[in-house]
């Protein structure tokens, strides 16, 4: 059992959880990860750290502060300096690296004012139903935001991306389903394109498409072996071998999720293969990754209309009503998702 200064400090930690974003954040837009993460040792002190800051006049002792608070979460070390006594040099971790612009900073979108606007009124929601809380806050749904103000698209665009990238980096390693597909995968609400570019860069038998809607697609770079088809994932899917679907599913609720899945099922031909890559709420799944996970479904309650994380045996369910039939879990590939696989088998 906790004790009172236990579940103090737990207290306090929830009423001032932002202070970690929002660290994070300033750290990220200095560029702190990507300063250390250049160095030849990935460790500087606190004036070298502050020659390399592009800024007019920059502030010691706050750096000092957003440091010293960043080596309290792990994200930085602190190191004894071996040529001055009593000084001490800042160290950067694998956390630290995982912060480098080529990696997770694109991850800011998360704390961009406007997604984190729909937070403020979930009780809101929860007590009078009607408007779902970004639709509060913006007077619009997310995805009709997005469309109006194409910079903010562009933000959200590349948070996504930054999460995919992590995503499918634990996908490549350890799934091996992309092995038996010959012929066209459509990634089916890929972005920018850059996830199929990674699997048919792997896999370069595989034709690949990149499936996403008009407003989106249209700013998608060109990728080695991948087409590009805008569309409404609703409406008409391009045919396909296999298609792929990462994290989409939990944008929607159940009836437009059977919807989208009943149009992955026309565009397969007999003994095609569909890829979920989600979140599973299971909690036989969720290891590590457990209250990260029920965080993302508070997410998704703050900007979606409908949209929530699922168990597999719920994805199981609904992709029964859309006719796919040997279905399965593959579980944990070490990171949020497992994946679910289905097959199109007609009787």
């Known amino acids: 059992m906790a004790s009172h200064a236990q579940n103090l400090a737990a207290l306090w930690e929830m009423a001032i959880g932002h202070a970690t974003s929002f660290g994070i954040k300033a750290a990220v837009l200095l560029r702190i990860p990507d300063i250390l993460s250049d160095s030849l040792e990935k460790s500087m002190s606190l004036e070298e750290i502050a020659a390399r800051l592009q800024g007019t006049n920059i502030q010691l002792a706050p750096l ?3 440091l010293d608070y960043l080596v309290v979460k792990k994200v930085l070390l602190k190191i004894q300096s071996l040529e001055v006594p009593g000084e001490f040099k800042y160290g950067s971790t694998e956390l630290c690296e995982m912060l480098t612009e080529s990696k997770f900073a694109r991850l800011l979108m998360l704390q961009d004012e406007v997604v984190t606007s729909g937070w403020h009124h979930i009780h809101e929601f929860i007590l009078h139903g009607g408007e779902v809380p970004f639709q509060r806050a913006q007077g619009m749904f997310i995805w009709d935001y997005m469309e ?7 933000l959200f665009s590349q948070g996504m991306v930054a999460i995919s990238n992590v995503t499918m980096d634990s996908v490549l390693q350890t799934y091996h389903g992309f092995d038996e597909i010959r012929g066209v995968l459509v990634d089916v609400g890929g972005g920018f394109g850059a996830d199929i570019g990674r699997v048919v860069e792997k896999y370069p038998h595989i034709a690949g498409v990149n499936y996403e809607l008009p407003h989106v697609a249209h700013a998608a770079p060109a990728i080695p072996g991948v087409r590009h088809v805008r569309g409404d994932m ?3 899917i391009p045919p396909a071998d296999a298609i792929l679907l990462k994290t989409i599913l939990h944008d929607f609720d159940d009836d437009e999720v059977i ?3 009943q149009n ?3 565009a397969l031909p007999h003994g095609g293969k569909l890829i979920i890559v989600d979140i599973d ?3 036989a799944e969720r290891g590590p990754f457990e209250s990260l996970k029920f965080a ?7 900007l979606t209309k409908g949209g929530k994380e699922r168990t597999s045996v719920q994805f199981t369910e609904l992709l029964t009503q859309a006719q796919f039939n040997n279905i399965k879990t593959i579980g944990d590939v070490n990171c949020l998702c497992s994946i679910v696989e289905a097959h199109k088998l007609e009787t």
């Not at 109006?148 to 562009?154: D, Q, R, S, T, V």
């Not at 993302?296 to 703050?302: R, Y």
């Open 148 to 154: 109006k103000n194409p910079e903010f698209l562009g």
């Open 264 to 266: 992955c099922y026309k």
């Open 281 to 283: 709420m299971d909690p």
């Open 234 to 236: 609703m409406e008409n």
């Open 259 to 261: 919807l989208v899945l």
């Open 64 to 66: 000092r502060r957003l």
């Open 296 to 302: 993302f479904d508070l997410v998704l309650l703050a």
